[in-house]
């Protein structure tokens, strides 16, 4: 024993070769993930873990470390038919010739690797063997040695394809509660086995969607080795999304050109190729569902100094008792209110004035249109009417104020966009908040949606599935992109066909994820008959506080309405 790694007589070399030359060589690391890994020096059986270990010595396997009496061991098997080519190999590997020994040596693979996988040559093509699960071969991958373009495959038509295209799959079973590399391509599995690792190969990087989760379900950790491109990249994650945590992807260190293989490392390498490969090996994370430790500590220092800076801080309307009662405009703010109280013009008001200060705004609206929207906020910048605005003729002083307002509209509009696209979806709103804030370099974004009950979703008839589906898309967009939304919804009547006179979560309409979703539900209650005859300069709404995750609830403040200006002027202030 030397550095846990038990070395000794290799039991099997005397039955399979009739001597006893080679030695068996077993790792003992328990930290390593080869912890129980056998193989002999000679290769005269395949390498593998302790219930193979019991299989190859004939042992009983309740004797065996690691073995289940609940688990099936038997041998999936196939219908396997009579003719099979294994007489032809020994013919194919009497023609190796020395340059095909050479090609093979460059990049690190030895005779007794090429011997122990049978390759051979049939004078043109190098032929890779595929031995199925009852050890016999009914076909082989034909390969030109310097041209892999050219290749084609030999035998039995029907096995040129899944799942008997898996070259060295015995592999799989001989490493049962261990560790196994899988790659793509016959040199790199060479290459692999030549470094001691016990390994299997698909033909191609997109035959990794093919590999069954069932045939690998005992096996502990899968090392993925691929070549350092995007295709083999995307390939590998797909992979390890579908099969989970106990993949390992062999990630490439930066210094490594695009498009370099494995095989490419392995002669630039050269002695050093085993200390290289056993790094990356080291440094393979498992594929997990969770962030790493690093990038949540990261990520939470990250968002903690956006927090504590400014662009934080002016997410803020103009209206103080509100940002008071809120805390900012910050997360998903829900407002409720009855028809023609001006819960749009409230929320014009507020991502105009927000614009106004360099925040950048997107308007989603089903409700009004661009022009009216533009108009009334035009309106109250002026401080003229909407039909001032468009009369023809205007006097002198009211025709500077327009233009002034104007100008500061004009200012405002890089950073407030309206949007009217009624096939809008999550991934689309996603694009337009990242184009606003590369365009904008702004670290936040408002987003107002007038409003939620005319979000477009697919099956009307399931109008409440609808938005209780959008309300989790804007809880993910408030989480990955630190977003803050105003949210337009509508109440419910009750019984008797009237509103509730007293605000309360039950008075939102067609959603009960509301309560769950909102970070901050408010409702908007006119103060005012609306066929008293009070001048509408008189009239107040109230907006109430009726749930908050961190605020307590209550009257937020009275407001005037601003009319004929289409806004609303906070009591008090």
């Known amino acids: 024993m030397k550095d846990n790694i038990l070395t000794t007589a290799c039991p099997f070399c005397r039955e399979k070769q009739g001597n006893d030359n080679g030695n068996l060589i077993v790792f003992l690391n328990q930290a390593s993930y080869f912890h129980g890994y056998f193989r002999c020096s000679n290769r005269c059986v395949p390498g593998g873990f302790p219930l193979h270990f019991g299989r190859l010595r004939k042992l009983h396997l309740n004797s065996v470390p690691g073995y289940d009496p609940d688990r099936d061991y038997g041998i999936q098997q196939s219908d396997y038919p009579a003719n099979n080519i294994n007489n032809e190999i020994p013919g194919f590997q009497d023609k190796m010739t020395d340059r095909l020994f050479d090609r093979f040596a460059a990049m690190g693979v030895g005779r007794k690797v090429l ?39 030999y035998g039995d038509d029907r096995f040129f394809q899944y799942p008997f295209t898996l070259w060295n799959s015995g592999d799989i079973r001989h490493c049962e509660n261990g560790s196994l590399a899988v790659t793509v391509g016959e040199d790199n599995l060479l290459i692999l086995k030549q470094l001691g690792l016990p390994c299997i190969a698909l033909p191609a990087t997109a035959e990794l969607k ?61 002695n050093e190729f085993a200390t290289t490969a056993f790094a990356m090996i080291k440094a393979a994370r498992s594929f997990s569902p969770f962030g790493s430790p690093e990038h949540e500590h990261l990520r939470f220092v990250d968002r903690l100094r956006l927090e504590s800076g400014e662009d934080f801080a002016l997410m803020q309307s103009d209206f103080p008792r509100l940002n008071n009662a809120l805390g900012g405009i910050h997360g998903i703010n829900i407002m409720g209110g009855m028809p023609k109280t001006g819960k749009s013009s409230f929320f014009i008001q507020i991502a105009s004035d927000m614009a106004g200060k360099q925040i950048p705004v997107i308007y989603y609206d089903f409700e009004n249109g661009r022009q009216k929207i533009y108009l009334r906020t035009l309106s109250r910048l002026s401080r003229l009417t909407t039909s001032r ?112 006179k007293q605000p309360h979560m039950g008075s939102f309409k067609g959603s009960g994820d509301i309560e769950y979703s909102a970070d901050n539900a408010m409702i908007l209650l006119p103060k005012w008959d609306p066929f008293a005859a009070e001048p509408p300069e008189k009239r107040y709404n109230e907006l109430w506080l009726v749930a908050s995750r961190e605020q307590n609830p209550g009257l937020i403040a009275s407001y005037r309405i601003d009319y004929p200006y289409w806004g609303f002027v906070e009591k008090g202030t």
């Open 389 to 500: 605005i468009k009369a023809a003729t205007r006097e002198k002083t009211r025709q500077k104020q327009l233009e002034q307002a104007l100008e500061k509209f004009k200012n405002m509009l890089p950073r407030f966009r309206v949007v009217n696209d009624r096939k809008l979806s999550p991934e689309l709103m996603r694009r337009h908040i990242d184009f606003l804030r590369h365009e904008t370099r702004s670290e936040y974004t408002l987003v107002v949606i007038d409003s939620l009950h005319k979000l477009p979703f697919k099956d009307l008839s399931k109008r409440r599935t609808g938005i209780n589906g959008w309300l989790r898309e804007l809880e993910a967009i408030r989480d990955e992109l630190g977003v803050s939304f105003l949210v337009i919804s509508e109440l419910s009547r009750g019984a008797d066909g009237q509103y509730d």
């Open 115 to 153: 011997t122990e996988m049978k390759i051979g040559y049939n004078g043109r093509y190098l032929v890779y063997p595929y031995i199925q699960d009852d050890d016999n071969c009914y076909s082989a991958h034909c390969v030109h040695p310097d041209k892999p373009e050219d290749n084609f495959w």
């Open 210 to 270: 093919q590999l069954d989760p069932g045939r690998i379900q005992w096996l502990l950790t899968l090392f993925l080795f691929v070549d350092n491109n995007a295709e083999s990249a995307a390939a590998a994650r797909l992979f390890a999304e579908r099969i989970g945590y106990k993949i390992r992807i062999i990630h490439w260190p930066d210094e490594y050109p695009n498009k370099y293989t494995i095989s490419e490392l392995a002669a630039d390498k050269g």
